[in-house]
């Protein structure tokens, strides 16, 4: 499985964008990014996922590099319900089913 | 509808006790996993199941087993449990094919005493 590294801790001011960036060099062709992101100590939540292209929906926008090593998912007006640990996730397809493995993320304080 | 229900929420349990967790899911998701996360870490794969009468390892199996007897149920237990179990527990459930998320439930937080 491809492996993730993500800062350990960022900081944002509320209403500004939060941008939270991935490194997953070994990436294979057919492996997908995924964000996750876990409040507290709830289950962890689904935000947003992409192969290759650039995606957006209503929480979150994924930026993919080119030659797709790194990531960055961008909350575009970060508010203090988005502090919250944000796990970035490779996935690999098996054919049956996939793991989903989890690293450390990356926790995000929003402030005043 | 209520999606991924984890039972019991909590739980003390003495050295050496058995108990069943449950993750129940009213998607009809084929696919259904179970964590356990340890204070300041991220989430860890016990086992999962691809479909109704079908489990595999994930990467901290020893000490759990599952069983997947029914396609809505998911049952992880504890034989003899340890102090190193103490952790909270993460059932996850996700449709077939390869672009899909997955559900967590809200965790179960089991203490071995």
């Known amino acids: 499985d491809a492996k993730t590294t993500q800062p350990t801790s960022m900081d944002c001011a509320e209403g500004r964008a939060a941008n939270l960036p991935c490194n997953h060099s070994t990436i294979s062709g057919n492996e997908y990014v995924y964000w996750y992101r876990q409040i507290h100590s709830q289950g962890p939540q689904y935000i947003i996922h992409?192969?290759?292209n650039n995606e957006t929906n209503e929480m979150a926008s994924l930026i993919i590099t080119e030659d797709r090593k790194s990531s960055t998912l961008i909350l575009p007006h970060a508010t203090l319900r988005d502090t919250a640990v944000y796990y970035c996730?490779?996935?690999?397809?098996?054919?049956?089913?996939?793991?989903?493995?989890f690293g450390t993320g990356t926790r995000l304080q929003v402030t005043l | 509808n209520a999606g991924v229900t984890q039972t019991p929420k909590f739980r003390v349990l003495k050295t050496g006790q058995s108990m069943t967790l449950l993750c129940a899911q009213d998607m009809n998701h084929e696919y259904m996993y179970w964590y356990r996360q340890d204070p300041g870490m991220g989430l860890r794969l016990i086992h999962y199941?691809?479909?109704?009468?079908?489990?595999a390892k994930g990467e901290v199996p020893d000490g759990y087993n599952v069983s997947r007897l029914k396609k809505q149920n998911f049952l992880l237990g504890l034989e003899s449990a340890a102090p190193s179990q103490t952790s909270v527990y993460f059932c996850a459930t996700r449709t077939g094919g390869m672009n899909t998320e997955a559900f967590f439930g809200q965790g179960t937080r089991l203490t071995v005493v």
């Open positions: 199941s691809v479909g109704e009468g079908t489990t």
């Open positions: 996730i490779v996935r690999p397809y098996t054919g049956t089913a996939s793991k989903l493995t």
């Open positions: 992409g192969l290759k």
